[in-house]
């Protein structure tokens, strides 16, 4: 059976970890651990780029070999994933052996088939900081005295043919609507594609650049980091092996705005095509968290770095913040502010003390056990409403990458909640003698416990831990699917109620 499969862009090994990868690991967890619940089976891969110039140059200015700082930067990025609970099923490194025998099977594969030519690259180069440059670096007629001396030179390089495929990808993205989103995206490649695109340089000699893939048939050149950085996708999928009929074509590779253009939507659809094999079925393009790589100020003129938030308020709490905040496919500012705002009222106010109350009021009034439904009134047909229609809804936005309005739409449930909570007033019904009002009680309470129950379930792609405890304290094992866990219900009913906690304790201190 094919498996979805998921990729997030594999992250540079020149630069530590920062708010802007943070996000696009937890935005394509929160898509696997909801086509999880909705029942697929999942593969999802993440990594670690690690050839190129750049990584080879601080090598040089640190003096140790490359692969010491890649697996440094590989160790900070691994462990970053763990802190934020992503649920990734392998870490793809590209100076691991599987991957380079993929790109060197791929490459031999092209140049047999005449798409990969040798040629003559002429440009304008600087021998300081070791790059290519384009008349548009210049200033005022000049090179910027930054480059050094800057020489025109020949350099016989490999190149692969992309430009014969320009019309076919033309085609492709008009009549798949699907292959970028959001659309307006596909729309920006489209434009880029109306200019004829080059065929592009696929080699660096090695005498140049050391640290990269060899090509396999001219061992005088090493593969530019590109194309070899976009293979790891089939890599992962297990190109080569019995598994990669049920991982590939991929269904999402997940990436940034800067990285669609020219790389995700004219390169690696034209390698593909070349290699006769499928394309992926969509790219989904996130936005930008601007300030990401710098610290934050607070309004108290201190300054922070995004991810130390982690350690203080949880994963969970971060992973609502980035979700909540950010509409998938447009930038967004982080701010502090915000994020306490975020904290302290949706999670604090509406989900953390209708839990706490509901424990309370279990422990006190029924036993620390859920009691049953006794009659459904007027509150309780309003709040049942509410569910069904919430829940469709939350659906369709997730599907539709929608989260922070599916989210959006979750909290006025759960508020919807505390609102009958409110109308109930379990703590007055809890103070009269009659049967009715006793009948009432025992309602509220299921009822309350019902609610956090579906609200719960369905926040568990974005709040996995907490969602796991909440369950848990509902008497409740982990969800596993939402299929026949949706529909509102009086399972829970008999179930033992945990003691009272405090989810999203007040910040004691600033930060
Ligand atoms: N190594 C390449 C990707 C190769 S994929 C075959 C790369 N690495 S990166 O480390 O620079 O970026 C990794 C991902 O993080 C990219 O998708 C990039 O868009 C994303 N982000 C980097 N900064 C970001 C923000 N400030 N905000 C959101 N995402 C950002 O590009």
Known sequence: MKKF????????????????????????????????????????????????????????????????????????????????NISNDDYIRTTEERHKRVVGQLQQHLFDKGEIYQGEYRGYYSVKEEQFLTEKEMVDGKWPAHYGEVNEIIEHNYFFRLSKYQDWLIDHIQS????????????????????????????????????????????????????????????????????????????????GKDILLPAHSVYW???????????????LVHGFWLNSGQKLSKSTGNVINPLDLIEQFGADAFRYFLIREMNVGQDSDFSYEQFLTRYNDDLGNDLGNLLSRLLNMGGRYADSKVPAVALEEEPEK??????????????????????????????????????????????????????????????????????????TTLLSPVLPEVSAKILALLGEPEVSRYAGNLEWSERLQGNRLGEKIILFPRPQKEV
């Open 5 to 84: 499969y998921i990729t997030t862009a594999i992250d540079y090994a020149n630069g530590s970890p920062h708010l802007g990868h943070a996000y696009e690991k937890v935005l394509t967890d929160v898509v696997a651990r909801f086509r999880r619940l909705r029942g697929d089976t999942v593969r999802f891969l993440t990594g670690l780029d690690e050839h190129g110039q750049k990584v080879h140059k601080a090598a040089l200015a640190l003096g140790v070999e490359p692969i010491a700082i890649c697996d440094g930067f590989a160790r900070d990025f691994q462990s970053l994933c763990k802190v934020l």
């Open 382 to 455: 309003t709040l049942n409403s509410l569910w069904v229609a919430t829940s469709e809804q939350v659906i369709g936005l997730f599907e539709e990458f929608q989260f922070h309005k599916g989210l959006d739409v979750t909290f006025a449930f759960i508020r919807g909640i505390n609102r009958y909570a409110e109308t109930r007033a379990p703590w007055k019904l809890a103070k009269s003698a009659a049967p009715d009002d006793l009948a009432k009680l025992n309602t509220s309470l299921a009822y309350m416990a019902e609610g956090l129950r579906l609200a």
């Open 176 to 255: 798949n609507e699907d292959f970028i989103f959001p659309r307006f995206r596909a729309r920006q490649v489209l434009e880029f594609l109306k200019e004829p695109i080059n065929d592009l340089c696929i080699s660096r000699p090695k005498d140049r650049l050391p640290w990269g893939i060899p090509l396999p048939f001219d061992e005088n050149y090493v593969t530019y980091v590109w194309f070899d950085a976009l293979i790891n996708y089939v890599t992962g999928a297990g190109y080569g092996t019995d598994d990669f009929a049920q991982n590939w074509p991929a269904d999402f590779h997940v990436i």
């Open 269 to 283: 659809p034209i390698m593909l095509k070349a290699c006769g094999m499928a394309l992926p079925k969509s790219l």
